[in-house]
């Protein structure tokens, strides 16, 4: 339980107001005090549609990370992992960390929720949500250079100097490099859930070899439950965050075979999520 109440804490910093009615921006010290130590099964609140699991990740203490309120972020982002399906999120935090350099280190994983679920016609692994990088920490899924546009709520929060960056230990600060011609970076705005599987072919249309992809003629699909998955997972966090409205997938933000045939499915998304009380919007474009 009381752990249960720490990571509330850490999901909530961005719903209160100071005195002035403003969003405060949501404390270092106390974004930190999430539960690394160990891990362990979150029992879902009553009312909620899906348990995520809460998980011990180590993270580069020396890496640079953003914190944001929780109105900045309106849209949900889908990946694929290009790994097994029984890959662990310890494991692709480890290959995040792993990909960093001495100058452009990784915080920890890129993605908010990573989700295990079977192929369709698998039943392995078991079905399991675990939560990635907490949710007021801006993650580094969709492009660190990909800059889209804000809607007057971002953009006031902006212009108050609401998102600020910095390493633990050290009092994080503005940074104007996250915004270019009104327009700010998509990782302020978005969060991502991947999906551990490889969803692309062995042989991309690019002709560059993708290890663990599917041969010709033989492609994978989600199973129901995946789908229905990420189905419960966006429309809770709707119901929690009530901007989030729109599902978008990565290959919409950088160039890359990401998340592969996964892509087909989102229209399949919003419309499960739809029988569990969400509306949710489907990004049309692309921002490269």
Same mark, same amino acid.
């Given at each position: 339980?009381?752990?249960?109440?720490?990571?509330?804490?850490?999901?909530?910093?961005?719903?209160?107001?100071?005195?002035?009615?403003? *969003?405060?921006?949501?404390?270092?010290?106390?974004?930190?005090?999430?539960?690394?130590?160990?891990?362990?099964?979150?029992?879902?609140?009553?009312?909620?549609?899906?348990?995520?699991?809460?998980?011990?990740?180590?993270?580069?203490?020396?890496?640079?990370?953003?914190?944001?309120?929780?109105?900045?972020?309106?849209?949900?982002? *889908?990946?694929?992992?290009?790994?097994?399906?029984?890959?662990?999120?310890?494991? &692709?935090?480890?290959?995040?960390?792993?990909?960093?350099?001495?100058?452009?280190?990784?915080?920890?994983?890129?993605?908010?929720?990573?989700?295990?679920?079977?192929?369709?016609?698998?039943?392995?692994?078991?079905?399991?949500?675990?939560?990635?990088?907490?949710?007021? !920490?801006?993650?580094?899924?969709?492009?660190?250079?990909?800059?889209?546009?804000?809607?007057?709520?971002?953009?006031?929060?902006?212009?108050?100097?609401? !998102?600020?960056?910095?390493?633990?230990?050290?009092?994080?600060?503005?940074?104007?490099?996250?915004?270019?011609?009104?327009?700010?970076?998509?990782?302020?705005?978005? *969060?991502?859930?991947?999906?551990?599987?490889?969803?692309?072919?062995?042989?991309?249309?690019?002709?560059? &070899?993708?290890?663990?992809?599917?041969?010709?003629?033989?492609?994978?699909?989600?199973?129901?439950?995946?789908?229905?998955?990420?189905?419960?997972?966006?429309?809770?966090?709707?119901?929690?965050?009530?901007?989030?409205?729109?599902?978008?997938?990565?290959?919409?933000?950088?160039?890359?075979?990401?998340?592969?045939?996964?892509?087909?499915?989102?229209?399949?998304?919003?419309?499960?999520?739809?029988?569990?009380?969400?509306?949710?919007?489907?990004?049309?474009?692309?921002?490269?």
């Amino acid at each position: 339980m009381k752990r249960l109440i720490l990571l509330l804490i850490v999901f909530q910093t961005s719903a209160f107001a100071d005195n002035s009615g403003l *969003i405060t921006v949501p404390d270092i010290s106390r974004v930190m005090d999430y539960p690394y130590e160990n891990e362990e099964q979150i029992e879902p609140e009553s009312g909620d549609l899906i348990s995520i699991e809460s998980v011990a990740y180590p993270r580069n203490k020396k890496a640079k990370f953003c914190i944001r309120p929780a109105e900045m972020v309106d849209t949900i982002v *889908i990946h694929h992992s290009e790994t097994s399906s029984s890959s662990t999120a310890l494991e &692709i935090n480890d290959f995040h960390l792993n990909r960093g350099t001495a100058s452009d280190p990784w915080y920890m994983i890129a993605y908010s929720f990573v989700i295990n679920s079977p192929y369709e016609g698998s039943t392995i692994p078991l079905p399991k949500v675990s939560e990635g990088r907490p949710f007021d !920490i801006v993650g580094g899924h969709a492009g660190s250079n990909i800059f889209v546009p804000m809607d007057d709520v971002q953009a006031r929060l902006w212009s108050q100097k609401k !998102i600020l960056c910095g390493k633990e230990n050290q009092k994080p600060k503005y940074d104007s490099t996250l915004v270019k011609n009104k327009k700010i970076k998509a990782n302020v705005t978005t *969060i991502g859930v991947v999906v551990n599987g490889n969803y692309s072919p062995y042989v991309l249309e690019s002709g560059a &070899i993708n290890p663990g992809g599917y041969m010709q003629g033989e492609p994978r699909g989600p199973s129901d439950s995946t789908l229905d998955m990420i189905a419960r997972l966006s429309c809770q966090l709707q119901k929690k965050y009530p901007r989030i409205n729109r599902l978008a997938y990565h290959n919409q933000y950088h160039p890359t075979s990401c998340p592969g045939d996964f892509a087909a499915n989102m229209e399949k998304i919003k419309i499960k999520a739809k029988e569990y009380g969400c509306e949710f919007n489907l990004l049309l474009k692309s921002y490269y």
